[in-house]
């Protein structure tokens, strides 16, 4: 084995974490939002274009819901992966991108 791989540490092979920006569908959860991914890809087989939607439940550490709702429902907002924060919970909010226009 060479040299230089032998001295790489740990954190310099993992990597950045992905992102993904979205739309809030819900935030009636204290410290947690759902966040709605978007995204078109063709077919595999048959190559028609098709939109796939993913959701994720992301932490937002200052969301308290009935009292302080710092995020509200279509906001458009980048979320990164995290360590597992519960059984459901792997993401977490960065920032805030675009505030929804009814808020």
Same mark, same amino acid.
């Given at each position: 084995?060479?040299?230089?791989?032998?001295?790489? /540490?740990?954190? @310099?092979?993992?990597?950045?974490?992905? /992102?993904?920006?979205? *739309?809030? /569908?819900? &935030?009636?959860?204290?410290?947690?939002?759902?966040?709605?991914?978007?995204?078109?890809?063709? !077919?595999?087989?048959?190559? +028609?274009?098709? /939109?796939?939607?993913?959701?994720?439940?992301? !932490?937002?550490?200052?969301? @308290?819901?009935?009292?302080?709702?710092?995020? &509200?429902?279509? @906001?458009?907002?980048?979320?990164?992966?995290?360590?597992?924060?519960? +059984? @459901?919970?792997?993401?977490?909010?960065?920032?805030? *991108?675009?505030?929804?226009? &009814?808020?």
């Amino acid at each position: 084995m060479a040299p230089e791989t032998e001295t790489e /540490t740990h954190a @310099d092979t993992r990597g950045r974490p992905k /992102t993904r920006v979205g *739309i809030v /569908t819900s &935030n009636k959860m204290t410290k947690t939002v759902v966040v709605t991914v978007r995204r078109r890809a063709s !077919h595999a087989e048959y190559g +028609k274009i098709q /939109t796939l939607r993913v959701k994720y439940k992301a !932490h937002v550490e200052d969301h @308290d819901y009935p009292k302080k709702s710092t995020i &509200n429902e279509g @906001d458009k907002v980048m979320i990164a992966e995290t360590r597992p924060m519960s +059984k @459901d919970k792997r993401w977490r909010v960065v920032k805030v *991108i675009e505030r929804a226009g &009814n808020a």
